[in-house]
């Protein structure tokens, strides 16, 4: 299965969140998909499974539990491939920034402005 077939699917895009927290044991795992998308442990194994098979996560046994941990080599391919369209988002953010320091820097001189009635526009530059 491609990843982003993996990664196309909500509950196991939750799944990886969860699982971005630490490790966590099959039925806590349950627990929370059951909870927050309705479905059966059963269909939480399935997905569980889908992730394991894909590289995605990595199980290990602890006494009874099954402990699952997200596995990053699938991450970096898509990280890699994600690069050809990284442009698209980059430089929009980095004038974002640009702007917000710009504010930041503005709100800061008139505060001081505020604080020192005394001292110019041009003072303060």
Known sequence: MH?????????R???LQLLAN????????AGRIRDEFGISQPAVS????????????????????RLYAVSSEPLREIDTWLEDFRHFWDQPLDALETEIARGKRERRLAASAA???QTTPK???
């Open 3 to 11: 990843a982003f077939e993996v990664l196309g699917d909500p509950t």
């Open 13 to 15: 895009r939750r799944i």
């Open 22 to 29: 630490g490790e966590q044991s099959s039925g806590a795992i």
């Open 46 to 65: 399935q997905h569980l499974k889908v992730l394991r098979e894909s590289g995605f996560a990595s199980v290990r046994a602890a006494g009874t539990r």
């Open 115 to 117: 604080d020192d009635p």
């Open 123 to 125: 003072e303060q530059q």
